[in-house]
């Protein structure tokens, strides 16, 4: 009896795997997709075998370290993309319909913004919002929102990508600092080109520590800002703001910080700020944003966790 359902119908039961398929395209992954998808890996590959043996064809090619679509499968996930994100789009809106906000939201943040100042506000929020459910994923690496399933971002910039809907949180500036006991050992700096002479601790990027400044003219009518670059070396370079504070905080040296991560040492007189008058330029972003790739419909769930971290962080960091 099931076997002559099956043979007469053979698609009902297949728009799972179909599904399935269209997830693996996004994520390039069986791992991610069952992620995505709240499965083993093990099932992701059971049903894109089912589905493989209902259609008669291979739809993925899988390599050690890859996987992707054969023409057939491509053409498969073409032609139901549309179908899929009308339907995910249909079940938003009715889930909206709920008296309150529910849902999990996957969420991704820095490392050192995500520690200090976005995984503290949590608490607070899932109180006041118990039907939903977070996960933040703490990486400095810029994810794909889309391909690895994200329905949030917290970034730090000065330009959010325009195929994303982007919500200002509050303002960020970047600070040149040193602890007092660096600068009574070694001075303090009157311009930028002095700093090739001191010990500096760059974020650590590809190529020389290249930092750059500009300054507003002050005399005479000039109205093009001053300019300086200067390269500069030390003992230490690291890709996270916690351990070059920390390590200017011990005395190695001056360091560009953003304010989130250095705001309460200055407060505290732990750190002071150097070249004040000169702005760093091409660093951090000059605000901290959250990221959602462009969609017609924002779930509720994510909607009251940007307002809710909107609030939490509008005053900004200033020391």
């Not at 529910?102 to 943040?109: D, F, H, I, K, P």
Request: some cysteine; charged content about 20%; overall charge positive.
């Amino acid at each position: 009896m099931n076997n002559e359902r099956m043979s007469t119908t053979p698609n009902a039961p297949l728009w799972p795997h179909v599904h399935a398929l269209g997830t693996i395209a996004q994520s390039g992954s069986f791992t991610l997709a069952a992620q995505r998808l709240g499965l083993s890996k093990a099932a992701v590959s059971q049903r894109i075998a089912e589905l493989e043996r209902a259609v008669g064809v291979p739809l993925l090619q899988r390599t050690t370290r890859s996987v992707r679509l054969t023409e057939a499968g491509k053409q498969l996930v073409d032609e139901t993309a549309a179908s899929f994100a009308q339907i995910e789009q249909s079940l938003l809106g009715v889930r909206d319909l709920a008296s309150q906000p529910q849902g999990l939201v996957r969420m991704t943040a820095p490392v050192a913004l995500g520690r200090q100042h976005v995984g503290p506000q949590l608490e607070s929020f899932l109180r006041a919002w118990p039907g939903i459910r977070v996960e933040l994923d703490l990486s400095d690496r810029l994810v794909n929102l889309a391909h690895e399933g994200f329905d949030l971002a917290v970034r730090h910039t000065s330009a959010p990508p325009d195929s994303h809907v982007a919500w200002k949180l509050c303002a960020s500036r970047t600070l040149l600092l040193a602890s007092p006991a660096y600068l009574r050992r070694r001075g303090t700096p009157r311009h930028p080109d002095e700093l090739a002479g001191h010990d500096c601790l760059p974020y650590l990027r590809s190529g020389p520590a290249l930092w750059a400044f500009e300054q507003a003219a002050t005399r005479g009518r000039r109205s093009e800002p001053e300019r300086a670059r200067v390269t500069v070396t030390g003992l230490l370079r690291a890709n996270n703001s916690e351990v070059l504070r920390d390590a200017v905080l011990a005395g190695l040296g001056l360091a560009l910080l953003p304010d989130f991560s250095a705001a309460a040492a200055v407060k505290a007189g732990r750190l002071r700020e150097v070249l004040p008058d000169w702005r760093p330029v091409g660093f951090f972003g000059d605000a901290i944003y959250a990221l959602r790739p462009f969609s017609a419909q924002v779930p509720r769930a994510v909607r009251s966790l940007v307002e809710h971290l909107r609030a939490a962080l509008a005053p900004g960091f200033e020391p």
